[in-house]
């Protein structure tokens, strides 16, 4: 059995990995479980960077293996915000709700050609000695014109990917779980950890 750390405390992402995850031979963790492991301040310019620097610092104070992601939308007629900052799009405290209401107002009345967004997902995978691989998963889509749906977090109520007429929100999970940018990174991410490993997927 393999020990990870998914360097994140936020309960719902916790979830979603646990639920993405599909190696068996693998016992996920997370800083929960390990209340002396250090809070990583997200500071980084880019979705790399903040995971290179969560996974890295996590692998090392805790001596074991550790992975990390940033994930964040991405529109294109706000000039690629809210990017790094979509958890704390809204300001200080932010909230889901306060952060979708900010990007609903900010892209109100536009057609559809102007609310081409995605989601990006970049994954990083670290042991003690340090980083091990980054990988990256993204999904193309539109802004909704409102919030939609009641699964999900984040900005899963406002998107929709390219190729469905449902926001992620109105999705079953076990259909999200499957086409996520956060999926795709992860379907990665599995690879390089076996080729670290040097096993196959069980």
Same mark, same amino acid.
């Given at each position: 059995?393999?020990?990870?750390?998914?360097?994140?405390?936020?309960?719902?992402? =916790? %979830?979603?990995?646990? %639920?993405?995850?599909?190696?068996?031979?693998? *016992? @996920?963790?997370?800083?929960?479980?390990?209340?002396? !492991?250090?809070?990583?301040?997200?500071?980084?310019?880019?979705?790399?960077?903040? $995971? =290179? *620097?969560?996974? /890295? #610092? =996590?692998?090392? %104070?805790?001596?074991?293996?550790?992975?990390?992601?940033?994930?964040? !939308?991405?529109?294109?007629? !706000?000039?690629?915000?809210?990017?790094?900052?979509?958890?704390?799009?809204?300001?200080?405290?932010? #909230?889901?709700? $306060?952060?979708?209401?900010? @990007? @609903?107002? @900010?892209?109100?009345?536009?057609?559809?050609?102007?609310?081409?967004?995605?989601?990006? &997902?970049?994954?990083?995978?670290?042991?003690?000695?340090?980083? =091990?691989?980054?990988?990256?998963?993204? &999904?193309?889509?539109?802004?909704?014109?409102?919030?939609?749906? #009641?699964?999900?977090?984040?900005?899963?109520?406002?998107?929709?990917?390219?190729?469905?007429?449902? %926001?992620? $929100?109105?999705?079953?999970?076990? /259909?999200?779980?499957?086409?996520?940018?956060?999926?795709?990174?992860?379907? *990665?991410?599995?690879? $390089?950890?076996? *080729?670290?490993?040097?096993?196959?997927?069980?």
């Amino acid at each position: 059995m393999v020990d990870i750390i998914v360097a994140t405390r936020n309960k719902a992402k =916790i %979830a979603e990995f646990a %639920a993405m995850w599909p190696r068996k031979d693998v *016992k @996920l963790y997370s800083p929960i479980d390990f209340p002396d !492991l250090p809070r990583v301040e997200e500071d980084g310019g880019t979705f790399r960077e903040n $995971a =290179i *620097k969560k996974a /890295t #610092t =996590i692998a090392a %104070a805790s001596g074991k293996l550790a992975i990390a992601d940033d994930s964040g !939308l991405e529109v294109d007629e !706000l000039g690629g915000q809210p990017g790094v900052l979509s958890a704390r799009f809204s300001g200080e405290g932010a #909230t889901d709700r $306060a952060n979708n209401e900010k @990007l @609903l107002s @900010l892209m109100k009345g536009l057609p559809p050609e102007m609310r081409r967004a995605r989601f990006i &997902c970049a994954m990083a995978l670290a042991d003690p000695g340090g980083l =091990i691989d980054v990988v990256e998963g993204r &999904c193309e889509g539109v802004i909704a014109d409102r919030e939609r749906g #009641t699964n999900g977090f984040g900005y899963d109520p406002v998107f929709i990917m390219q190729g469905y007429q449902k %926001a992620f $929100a109105e999705l079953g999970p076990e /259909t999200k779980n499957r086409i996520s940018h956060r999926a795709r990174a992860i379907e *990665k991410a599995v690879l $390089a950890l076996e *080729k670290h490993l040097g096993t196959r997927q069980k």
